[in-house]
């Protein structure tokens, strides 16, 4: 489904979340190993681009690395990283020659120093791209807003910020993503209904779609039917929708009667 011009939506769909979920199960269903698994959700990342591209998003923001995976098996968090590596060597370029602007969004310090440099020098040979895609690794949504408290809190000690003057504005331009705009859709795949720690602040009056479909199978067709979904909602961002003129002047007339 791609909207026209003369359709105009009051919130158009600007920024994509996803949280690629389903990639183990989908191996077990397809007789596989857990990093087979894996390689083939980071294939999908590349169709899911296009398709974003093609429906007018501008940034797409994937949930890749929980700080809580951490604590999966060793081989299977050897492998993520493993192929995190690859990821970057390989498809930089081709985000590159894409348009795409890769930034990694997370906790560097659990990541060793060649790998540190692959990401910066993935951001950087990327950075002219106009489709922003955001990888969350290493990140929490809880982490974040803690680290960004952190921050608040420095700039309360050294007298550059009073107590009195903390808004949630000053929390969130000290969040990972503080250039960037809220989630508009967030989609997750494989069937599960949580965030599980995931853009905690972000996604406070985001829309939510869950797919049935494993990462792996998750396609343009998913996509569309996701985007149909939120383009037949109304956002009202915890407000209601005002009342016509005509229906308060009845309601007054009958309140003073």
């Given at each position: ?31 596989l190993?857990s ?5 083939a ?8 681009l296009?398709?974003?591209k ?33 990821y ?13 602007r ?21 951001e ?22 803690t ?7 420095n ?6 910020l ?5 808004t ?87 309140v003073?009667?």
């Amino acid at each position: 489904m791609k909207l026209n011009q003369s359709q105009a939506p009051k919130h158009p769909l600007r920024h994509l979340a996803i949280i690629m979920d389903g990639n183990n199960r989908w191996a077990s269903v397809n007789g596989l190993n857990s990093l087979e698994g894996h390689t083939a959700g980071v294939e999908r990342i590349r169709d899911i681009l296009r398709a974003s591209k093609k429906q007018g998003i501008e940034i797409v923001s994937l949930f890749a690395f929980s700080s809580e995976n951490w604590f999966r098996p060793n081989h299977e968090v050897s492998g993520l990283m493993s192929l995190f590596s690859n990821y970057l060597k390989k498809e930089a370029p081709l985000l590159r020659e894409d348009g795409v602007r890769l930034t990694v969004v997370g906790n560097r310090s659990n990541f060793d120093s060649n790998l540190c440099n692959l990401i910066t020098e993935a951001e950087n040979i990327t950075q002219n791209g106009t489709l922003r895609l955001i990888l969350c690794v290493d990140y929490g949504g809880r982490w974040d807003i803690t680290e960004a408290a952190r921050l608040v809190a420095n700039q309360v000690n050294e007298g550059r910020l009073r107590v009195e003057d903390i808004t949630e504005s000053t929390i969130a331009s000290n969040l990972q993503m503080n250039e960037i705009s809220d989630p508009d859709l967030c989609i997750r795949t494989g069937g599960e209904e949580r965030i599980s720690n995931f853009l905690l602040w972000q996604l406070a009056y985001t829309e939510f779609f869950v797919s049935d479909q494993y990462w792996p199978d998750f396609g343009e067709d998913e996509l569309d039917q996701a985007i149909a979904e939120y383009y037949s909602r109304k956002r009202r961002f915890g407000r209601r929708k005002a009342k016509k003129v005509t229906e308060r002047l009845v309601e007054s007339f009958y309140v003073k009667t």
